[in-house]
């Protein structure tokens, strides 16, 4: 059981980059997926998080209206589009996955007490 963050790099400010989130060893179907990161010297945040059935998307503030959650159960991957990146969005970027059920289809959180599995990183530097 696996999951796998890329997609990461070097971007000057107000760039994109999208990053996946990909699983090996288990089916996302029945997961609700969160993004964090990590800055040096800071705590880790929430970014967002995705719902089973994909109809419930969640943002923080820092990235609302400029990161974008989606999800491809076939590909059983979750993508994270980031477009106008700030050089306060610099950070090393984890997904991670909430075992809910079909029950829950529809839900989601931005606690990162909640989940179940975590992936290695991918590291996003924004530049001036």
């Known amino acids: 059981v696996q999951l796998q963050a890329s997609g990461g790099g070097l971007v000057q400010t107000g760039g994109s980059l999208r990053l996946s989130c990909t699983a090996s060893g288990f089916t996302l179907d029945d997961y609700a997926i969160g993004w964090f990161r990590q800055a040096p010297g800071k705590e880790r945040e929430a970014i967002s998080c995705?719902?089973?059935?994909?109809?419930?998307?969640k943002y923080t503030d820092p990235v609302k209206g400029r990161f974008t959650i989606s999800r491809d159960d076939a590909r059983n991957t979750v993508a994270l589009q980031m477009n106008s990146l700030q050089l306060e969005d610099t950070a090393v970027y984890s997904c991670a996955a909430q075992l809910v059920g079909a029950v829950a289809a529809h839900y989601c959180s931005t606690l990162s007490d909640v989940f179940h599995y975590w992936g290695q990183g991918t590291q996003v530097t924004v530049s001036s």
């Open positions: 995705i719902s089973p059935s994909g109809a419930t998307t």
